[in-house]
């Protein structure tokens, strides 16, 4: 087998189809990520413990399948990759059980609302687990240039940043305009819309992008040791435990946001305002990321520097309000965007890199494996954040669509402010020990390819004795 250069510059279409994939992510995660428990509670009616009873459930469907995705992904081989086939095919079911996901029932008995919720939510988290654990894991396999992937993955979050403010502007007036004071209407409809979308943004990024960095056969190895290997991977396990820290933080936020808007500043289109505003100081966090890590040489350090200032912005936003003082209401929350895009650009460039130093370290890669646990943690985070949101939420006395006490009104600032805020003060703190800078991945990639190329000609020398020696009749054993 001839040796491909796997060091390449990746064409500018690649890179925004790769950066279009997470426009699609985000137009099915994210607004899943926003409005799907408000939706859950203030739409179809499903009381605030079963929400976070299920958000805690589905976490352990995801450490069964997203392990299990990521090693189906690495052995899958086709003419198109390993990982390109499964946008192809899982995207556009994915779009469909997210329509199904937002189809409310509010005249169905509680227990049949549970069991709708369960299943499809369910079945949206595998869904969107064959799609985003061969998507995470693309990026690597498209180049070993650490800048290449630096800049692709700046595609990503310029991307992901622009989706996301796009959805956080638009879908509360969407809800109202296309439902017309029928919120059940105007949610199935936004998802609709939304899940073709997410089908079309992962058909055009497999269509425009490339693998050239591939598994060798003989790397294929049982689950035992493949968990072995990542556990000697130290730069893994704090980019997973920044994972974790990451979803905890976000998605609790997040899914706080619309309660904060609504029962807080009392105004539930604010959230369309707040979102306009922080649109663009996100394209510029996140397209900010190159200069950093050139500053830094670490990738990591350059995650943490972000996460800090994020936490510190956001710990200010809980002095103000919109109603009281607008402006530095909205500076804090411009500031608090503009780092956290940079991190989030940050954190996931961190991944492949640590692909490369545990095949250094171990001898094994297992692209798609790695990037399981990477979306585990993530979603392991997420569902304690949302589900713990949920639990305070309905222990304090949250009821739907009335006035709220002023327990609960507390509980939702300080979800909105301050528990993020010391929260990516910690993240900053785990972020600040990855140690993969760039002067030692080019030396370890340098090494792999040695290695690949020692191997290589070794099995080929091994070859052409065979050949000669049946030509000469002898025996080999």
Request: proline letters at 4%; aromatic letters at 14%; glycine letters at 8%.
């Amino acid at each position: 087998m001839e040796q491909k250069n796997t060091d390449v510059k990746v064409p500018l279409i690649s890179k925004i189809a790769y950066g279009m994939g997470d426009v699609g992510c985000n137009f099915s995660w994210m607004f899943v990520g926003n409005f799907l428990m408000i939706f859950y509670t203030d739409v179809f009616g499903i009381g605030m413990s079963a929400v976070a009873g299920l958000m805690l459930f589905s976490r352990f469907w995801d450490a069964v399948n997203d392990p299990v995705i990521g090693g189906l992904s690495d052995k899958t081989h086709t003419r198109w990759g390993r990982y390109r086939p499964w946008l192809l095919i899982a995207a556009p079911l994915t779009a469909l059980v997210l329509m199904l996901t937002f189809w409310a029932h509010p005249d169905w008995s509680s227990t049949a609302k549970i069991i709708y919720m369960a299943v499809t939510y369910c079945i949206l988290v595998l869904g969107y687990t064959c799609v985003n654990i061969p998507y995470g894991t693309l990026c690597g396999a498209m180049t070993q240039n650490i800048e290449e992937r630096a800049k692709i993955n700046t595609f990503r979050s310029v991307s992901a940043m622009i989706a996301i403010g796009i959805i956080n502007i638009i879908t509360v007036p969407l809800i109202a305009a296309l439902g017309k004071g029928n919120d059940r209407r105007g949610y199935l409809l936004i998802a609709v819309i939304y899940g073709c979308i997410f089908a079309a943004c992962h058909i055009f990024c497999f269509a425009r992008t490339k693998e050239v960095v591939e598994v060798p056969e003989k790397e294929k190895t049982p689950l035992k040791v493949q968990l072995s290997a990542v556990v000697k991977n130290r730069p893994y396990l704090i980019a997973v435990a920044g994972q974790f820290l990451f979803g905890v933080t976000l998605y609790g936020r997040n899914a706080d946001a619309l309660y904060y808007f609504t029962y807080v500043e009392g105004d539930q289109a604010l959230f369309s305002t707040y979102s306009l505003f922080i649109i663009i100081p996100s394209i510029i966090g996140a397209a900010c990321f190159p200069m950093v890590f050139r500053l830094t040489n670490n990738k990591g350090r350059s995650a943490s520097i972000f996460a800090l200032l994020t936490g510190i912005s956001m710990f200010c936003m809980y002095f103000f309000t919109v109603g009281k003082s607008p402006v530095p209401f909205y500076l804090f929350s411009c500031l608090s965007q503009f780092f956290f895009s940079g991190f989030n650009t940050a954190i996931y460039a961190i991944v492949p890199d640590c692909v490369e130093y545990g095949e250094w370290k171990t001898g094994l890669r297992n692209d798609g494996f790695q990037y399981a646990f990477i979306s585990l943690g993530n979603k392991i985070g997420m569902a304690i954040g949302t589900s713990i949101l949920a639990a305070v939420l309905g222990s304090f006395g949250y009821v739907a669509n009335q006035q709220q006490n002023p327990a609960v009104l507390a509980v939702i600032k300080h979800s909105f402010t301050t528990v993020p805020g010391v929260l990516w003060i910690v993240t900053a703190a785990v972020l600040f020990f990855y140690r993969l800078n760039k002067k030692a991945y080019n030396k370890i990639v340098q090494e792999i390819q040695e290695k690949r190329i020692t191997a290589w000609a070794a099995d080929s020398g091994k070859a052409s004795f065979l050949q000669f020696s049946q030509k000469q009749g002898q025996s080999v054993g």
